[in-house]
């Protein structure tokens, strides 16, 4: 694992020279985009250096980490809503290009299996975007997540959705209890992957990840098995790193 600690500007920066590699050399690039606050300076800067630099996410494919079951498919916090709003629309991604789990599927073991299956038929996802949750998730792989898991239905942690009712008006109760989340085992599949947490609220998080045991109870601990994991973080996320 490669730490990187600087001010949240560098690290979306640096993050963005990542994707912009990827997207300039690779014929067929497959990117994963997270969800929530972390990735929106990164997404940020992507659409200036697609404005100003006329780079283009035209031969790319993205895949979504996960999306919420039970919400409206309108609703501006919808998974899908959100990635649009904050990255696909803004650039040049071609018709269909960016995918993402349905969580409004009336058989959800199927849509699974089916996202799984449109992941491998891209290729496999080149440069992975993540973020972390307070109590160690990654997509929505809560504690106790199976170390192997696939792309499957998963129960949000109450810490979880406490953390996310920021975005429904800080209403606990109006935060889906369910998700459709790639699984850990489908996140180590993924060439690079790039984990951003700023915040004295991951501090914990980000230590068990970078030094504690590995363990299901702190999913994101997985990702210690990964050949290339780059952890950007800053000053607070990195506080309680020995
Ligand atoms: C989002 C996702 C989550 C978030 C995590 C951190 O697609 O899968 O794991 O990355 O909950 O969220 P923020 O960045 O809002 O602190």
Known sequence: MEVVIADEYTLAELAADAIEALLRTEAAPVIGLATGSSPLRIYDELTTRHKNEGLSFARAQAFMLDEYVGIADDHPQRYRNVIDAEIATRVDFAEGAVHGPEGSADDLAAASADYERKIAEAGGIDLQILGIGSDGHIAFNEPGS?????????????????DNARFFDGDVEQVPKLCLTQGLGTIMEAKHIVL???????????????????????????????????????????????
């Open 146 to 162: 199976s170390l192997a898991s696939r792309t499957r239905v998963k129960s949000l942690t109450h810490q979880t959705r406490l």
């Open 196 to 242: 951003v947490a700023t915040g004295g609220n991951k501090a914990e998080a980000v230590h068990q990840m970078v030094e504690g045991p590995i363990s299901a109870m702190w999913p994101a601990t997985v990702l210690q098995m990964h050949p290339h994991v780059t952890v950007m973080l800053d000053d607070a996320a990195a506080s309680r790193l020995q």
